[in-house]
């Protein structure tokens, strides 16, 4: 048998995403690693890995074949790097349109999400890899996201933000949970999403039969005894943390059982054997879960052939084009048709620079990326093309380019001098390359840190630079003291993001025809210590050439190439300065002035298509005024083409939107998710997004579910069957006609209304209608098939804070078949 103290150090990892390997136990190490969009890995620096369309988007396809084939795509991906379990996918609602990770998530909505969940985890795991489903629970917001408690009603706990983690559970049988940062109230017990024993140990384990691992999210632990009787399993990163020697003495004391231990081995032993870390001569662990019933101490990942780099472009390629969603299409002036285009004005701040992934720990490291440019040039061969920024949306300038930054002495790159507590060197000075923001590794005696750098400006023009900086400082340009703080930093710069994009001071500098000027910095900073995530300097770089020209000079060259193209296609939107780990948005509204820009190229050229290049939410006051508009995502490497293909047809963008768009952030039913004494109160309870919308009787721009394609659709009358179905389902059948000229996917959602408790006898909500599931084909034009949902009873049911228990409110119930949440579309009714 294993001696306690092997047992307790398999539980903390040996590093920031890798656990200790116990020769006693016969368990290798196990390799985590971030992954919603591609595997980010663990190794420095950073492998190239393939980047998909970010999970909103993979959502809106409404297609769960295709998200199998991403999931499996993942999964050969994790083997191909040595990853065992990925930290994915993200399955928190969409609570409220400004929440930072909204981009990271897949709906508004606990049935799509809990369906896309379901189809991406299987696939994965056929694979041999475990996923880890995020964040239990309540962690819908970035906002003190590592304080707040989340105060969630018992309904809407049960029906919407459990749901999904349920359907993990018991429909995908993940292999790991992730518990989140914030503290919980539920279950008459208020205490961090770690600790939990209520949600971790009766719900997760005890009700739904979790056999996995619970493993924390980073630096998320905060207590010994608590966490570890609260049924954490895995605290991560490590080493270090609240256990280790401490979890020992605390079973030394008495206060945590060695049962306790031995069940978080066996739970990590059984990880290990399903992702292929666990030998064969486990004897020990053999002996450690004798009484568990199932429990495999042998495991082989699935041995499948490496995807060809071939297959996976056409896959993310394919993924792009079908998740896009056309918001309006006015005269049918899309789709494109190359033979017709001769000249082509390609306008916008996205079209220069793809924001082709969100910020934070989604970041992948692609290893190409297909511009809109390039995507267009190849679909219009023989078309003119002509690129235009139009207007600015950034807050920082870009990074520097190394060739322009020298050290004193005149070598390339910045020095870097390290001295400790007493002012005494450490090391000798060391030249850094320019491009290198991060200085990793800093040895322990360290404590303060000297940067020098110049800065060689030849071209003409108004240059601006800028320094980005993380902790306390004094930044010095020319010899003058510009920028000084004393905002100590640790790990909260990484768990919020800031040092991500970081602050910094910033100087513009003119440069005459013919004439050289240097910029002298000098910076004394602090060494970061973010604990688990190691030592660090944050010192970069970022310089923008051109800055301060005629804006107005920049917007009318693109109206003028707006005037004299075939087609004007204007592309918009965020950039990872706005959507990004770590913070809510302020504001839904596009950066800097693109809704002027694309109002005006609009009216210059009546065959204008607005391309919007966000993960999240957006206010587009002019989207009734221009003639086509599409919804582009996060599109990941394959963007360009993607795109390409959604505008001409190749592939249909047969998109839904999988969250309701807001007309005016003034609607939006939560507008924040910012706590008040601490506390964010979930007070609408189980009107989650366009649930929230229709009880308030609000209209969005476009709806939750909408999406034109390329297809005109006609719904006949449902058909619902008159008794249950031996599983337990309910089948509801609809003709669904095409009756346009073009092949396309249609796409019907089927939403219940039914019963409400106006009495309040029942203890128990409903909103006035909620999606129950849907079903999709692709159908040739003119041609009629038949669809049919089998809905599950749960989706009738209503969980009772009175009793305790899921209820099926009797009554009559419609079930309306539809395009989106707002169409009335054709309806049955069920006696129930």
Aim: glycine residues 10%; negative net charge.
């Amino acid at each position: 048998m294993p001696s306690l103290e092997e047992k307790v150090r398999l539980l903390t990892g040996e590093t920031s995403f890798t656990t200790y390997a116990i020769e006693s136990l016969g368990i290798e190490a196990i390799a985590l690693s971030d992954g919603p969009i591609g595997i980010r890995g663990i190794a420095e620096p950073a492998p190239t890995a393939a980047q998909l369309p970010n999970p909103s988007a993979v959502a809106a396809a409404w297609d769960l074949d295709l998200v199998s084939r991403l999931g499996t795509l993942i999964g050969h991906e994790a083997k191909r790097l040595g990853i065992d379990v990925v930290l994915a996918p993200v399955v928190n609602l969409q609570r409220t349109p400004v929440g930072g990770r909204h981009f990271e998530t897949y709906s508004e909505d606990p049935v799509l999400t809990a369906e896309t969940m379901v189809a991406f985890a299987q696939a994965v795991q056929a694979e041999g890899v475990g996923v880890c489903v995020k964040h239990f629970v309540g962690n819908e917001s970035e906002t003190e996201r590592t304080e707040y408690l989340a105060r969630i009603p018992e309904q809407a706990l049960r029906e919407v933000y459990l749901a999904p983690f349920e359907a993990a559970v018991t429909r995908a049988h993940a292999w790991s949970i992730m518990a989140a940062y914030n503290r919980v109230e539920a279950g008459g017990e208020v205490a961090q999403a770690t600790d939990h024993g209520f949600l971790i140990n009766d719900i997760l384990k005890g009700e739904w039969g979790f056999d996995g691992v619970v493993v924390s999210d980073w630096l998320a632990t905060k207590t010994t005894v608590e966490s570890a009787l609260g049924g954490l399993d895995l605290v991560m990163p490590g080493p270090g943390g609240p256990w280790e020697q401490r979890l020992l003495a605390a079973v030394a004391a008495g206060d945590v059982p060695e049962s306790v231990i031995d069940d978080k081995v066996v739970r990590i032993l059984r990880l290990a054997g399903r992702v292929g870390k666990l030998s064969e001569r486990a004897d020990a662990a053999a002996e450690l879960a004798s009484s568990e019933e199932g429990f495999d101490t042998v495991a082989e990942r699935p041995t499948q052939p490496a995807v060809a780099a071939e297959d996976v472009s056409a896959l993310l390629r394919e993924a792009v084009a079908r998740a896009s969603v056309v918001l309006r299409n006015d005269g049918e002036l899309l789709p494109l048709d190359p033979a017709g285009v001769t000249k082509i004005a390609l306008i916008g701040p996205n079209a220069v620079e793809t924001f082709e992934q969100g910020g934070g720990s989604a970041f992948v490291t692609a290893p190409y990326l297909v511009t809109a440019e390039q995507g267009l040039r190849e679909a219009f061969p023989d078309a003119e093309l002509t690129v235009h920024r139009g207007v600015g949306a950034r807050r920082f300038a870009h990074l520097i380019d190394p060739a322009i930054v020298e050290t004193p002495e005149g070598e390339a790159g910045y020095v870097l001098e390290l001295f400790d507590a007493d002012g005494e060197p450490v090391g000798e000075p060391t030249v850094v390359p320019a491009a290198e923001g991060w200085n990793r590794g800093i040895a322990p005696g360290a404590t303060t840190a000297v940067v020098t750098a110049r800065v060689v400006l030849a071209e003409p023009g108004a240059h601006r630079v800028e320094v980005g900086l993380s902790g306390t400082h004094k930044a010095w340009f020319d010899g003058e003291l510009v920028s000084e703080s004393d905002a100590f930093a640790d790990a909260n710069v990484i768990l919020n993001s800031s040092a991500n994009h970081p602050e910094g001071p910033s100087t513009v500098v003119e440069v005459a025809e013919g004439e050289q000027k240097v910029v002298e910095i000098q910076v004394e900073c602090q060494v970061v210590d973010a604990t688990a995530y190691g030592r660090f300097v944050r010192f970069e770089l970022r310089h923008d050439a051109g800055v301060g020209a005629d804006d107005e000079a920049e917007l009318d060259e693109a109206v003028a190439a707006a005037t004299d193209a075939d087609v004007a296609i204007v592309i918009v939107g965020t950039n990872e300065e706005v959507e990004s780990e770590g913070w809510d948005r302020q504001s839904l509204a596009l950066p800097g002035r693109q809704d002027e820009l694309v109002r005006r190229v609009a009216a210059a050229n009546p065959r204008t298509v607005a391309v919007v290049n966000a993960g999240a939410p957006v206010t587009l006051p002019w989207l009734d005024e221009v003639p086509a508009t599409l919804w582009w995502w996060l599109p990941g490497q394959e963007a360009g083409h993607g795109l390409a293909d959604a505008l001409t047809g190749a592939v249909e963008p047969s998109g839904r939107l999988p969250w309701t768009l807001p007309a005016a952030e003034a609607d939006v039913p939560v507008p924040d998710a910012v706590p008040v004494d601490g506390v964010v109160e979930y007070r609408e309870g189980v009107h989650v997004g366009y649930r929230g919308w229709e009880r308030l009787g609000r209209v969005p721009a476009r709806p939750f579910g909408f999406g034109l394609g390329y297809g005109t659709w006609r719904l006949g009358e449902p058909i619902a069957a008159e008794e249950w179905s031996p599983d337990d389902t309910l089948p509801v059948t609809v003709a669904l006609t095409n009756d346009g000229e073009r092949d396309a996917r249609g796409v019907v959602q089927f939403y219940l209304s039914g019963p409400t408790d106006d009495e309040g006898d029942g203890g128990w909500d409903r909103p006035a209608r909620w999606l129950a599931g849907y079903a999709a084909q692709n159908v040739l034009a003119g041609r009629v098939v038949a669809l049919t949902l089998r809905i599950p009873r749960r989706a009738f049911e209503v969980w009772s804070v009175e009793a305790q228990r899921w209820v099926l409110p009797s009554g009559v119930y419609t079930v309306r078949a539809a395009f989106d949440a707002r169409d009335e579309g054709r309806s049955v009714t069920i006696a129930l």
